[in-house]
């Protein structure tokens, strides 16, 4: 177990690095924190992803190998392996990656990995299979056709649960054609068309180098995510995160058997 003073002079040591931790508060020691010990946002929202997986994944939590995709500073991934799963999270950006492999050692937490990697270089050889997939804040983020390509890879990885949080399109304002069919949506801009690549790696929570993203309307991305053989999807309301943006979602895609086809009792 590391010293608290020691905790302290290297959690200073990567601010004056990389600057403070943007997103993910995470309990270091006692009183100690990466950010305060104040209730964040993420607090609300890790509890919902919590419930989700106790309730609707495969195994107990223990059981579990988890995938948490732009895991940013590492707060999902953290708290799946200190509830006993085999956690790996993948993030883009060094400064992040920094933080989280601080908080994964400062936790002493051996059944984490955490990988330097673009979320679009995912694939059953290189990371193996999961029981629980987190699509947490980075769909988003992803341009067409990466977004379907990247939900593509997640299918290929996912052996139950992937839990997608995400913005989605309200209004069709955008036609995008991927494989022969058609996805409306919205373009958002991630980045100015002008700035440099070392420009875009400074925004800690954007892309990596797309400057515009691809968001689908729910119709749409409900459909590619039956395409690609999730057979059910649902949207979690509780528990609650109040203060969600409208155009901001948690689903739950279940990728098993296809029901049987044959006529049903109704039919
Ligand atoms: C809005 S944050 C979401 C972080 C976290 N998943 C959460 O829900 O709190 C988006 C994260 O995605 C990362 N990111 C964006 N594009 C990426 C890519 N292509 N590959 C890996 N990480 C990426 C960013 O560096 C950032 O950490």
């Given at each position: 177990?590391?010293?608290?003073?020691?905790?302290?002079?290297?959690?200073?040591?990567?601010?004056?690095?990389?600057?403070?931790?943007?997103?993910?508060?995470?309990?270091?020691?006692?009183?100690?924190?990466t950010?305060?010990?104040?209730?964040?946002?993420?607090?609300?929202?890790?509890?919902?992803?919590r419930?989700?997986?106790?309730?609707?994944?495969?195994?107990?939590?223990?059981?579990?190998?988890?995938?948490?995709?732009?895991?940013?500073?590492?707060?999902?991934?953290?708290?799946?392996?200190?509830?006993?799963?085999?956690?790996?999270?993948?993030?883009?950006?060094?400064?992040?990656?920094?933080?989280?492999?601080?908080?994964?050692?400062?936790?002493?937490?051996?059944?984490?990995?955490?990988?330097?990697?673009?979320?679009?270089?995912?694939?059953?050889?290189?990371?193996?299979?999961?029981?629980?997939?987190l699509?947490?804040?980075?769909?988003?983020?992803?341009?067409?056709?990466?977004?379907?390509?990247?939900?593509?890879?997640?299918?290929?990885?996912?052996?139950?649960?992937?839990?997608?949080?995400?913005?989605?399109?309200?209004?069709?304002?955008?036609?995008?054609?991927?494989?022969?069919?058609?996805?409306?949506?919205?373009?958002?801009?991630?980045?100015?068309?002008?700035?440099?690549?070392?420009?875009?790696?400074?925004?800690?929570?954007?892309?990596?180098?797309?400057?515009?993203?691809?968001?689908?309307?729910?119709?749409a991305?409900?459909?590619?995510?039956t395409?690609?053989?999730?057979?059910?999807?649902?949207?979690?309301?509780?528990?609650?995160?109040?203060?969600?943006?409208?155009?901001?979602?948690?689903?739950?895609?279940?990728?098993?058997?296809?029901?049987?086809?044959?006529?049903?009792?109704?039919?």
């Amino acid at each position: 177990m590391m010293e608290k003073a020691e905790i302290i002079k290297r959690k200073e040591a990567l601010i004056a690095k990389y600057g403070p931790w943007t997103g993910h508060n995470i309990r270091l020691a006692d009183d100690l924190y990466t950010i305060s010990p104040q209730l964040s946002g993420d607090e609300i929202k890790l509890r919902r992803i919590r419930q989700i997986v106790a309730d609707l994944s495969p195994k107990p939590v223990d059981q579990l190998r988890v995938l948490d995709l732009a895991c940013l500073e590492g707060l999902y991934a953290c708290e799946f392996a200190r509830l006993g799963a085999t956690a790996v999270g993948i993030e883009g950006r060094e400064a992040n990656i920094a933080k989280a492999h601080f908080a994964q050692e400062v936790l002493g937490l051996s059944n984490l990995s955490f990988h330097q990697d673009d979320v679009r270089n995912l694939s059953r050889a290189k990371y193996g299979e999961f029981d629980v997939v987190l699509c947490l804040g980075i769909l988003y983020h992803l341009d067409a056709p990466d977004v379907f390509l990247f939900l593509e890879k997640i299918a290929e990885v996912c052996r139950g649960i992937v839990i997608i949080d995400t913005h989605i399109a309200l209004k069709k304002r955008k036609t995008v054609r991927y494989q022969e069919k058609d996805y409306q949506g919205k373009s958002f801009r991630e980045h100015s068309f002008w700035s440099s690549l070392a420009e875009r790696q400074k925004a800690l929570w954007a892309s990596l180098d797309n400057p515009r993203s691809f968001w689908p309307t729910l119709p749409a991305l409900l459909s590619f995510l039956t395409g690609i053989g999730f057979t059910s999807t649902y949207e979690c309301l509780s528990p609650p995160e109040p203060n969600k943006p409208r155009d901001r979602i948690t689903l739950v895609a279940v990728g098993t058997e296809p029901a049987p086809k044959e006529r049903t009792l109704a039919l």
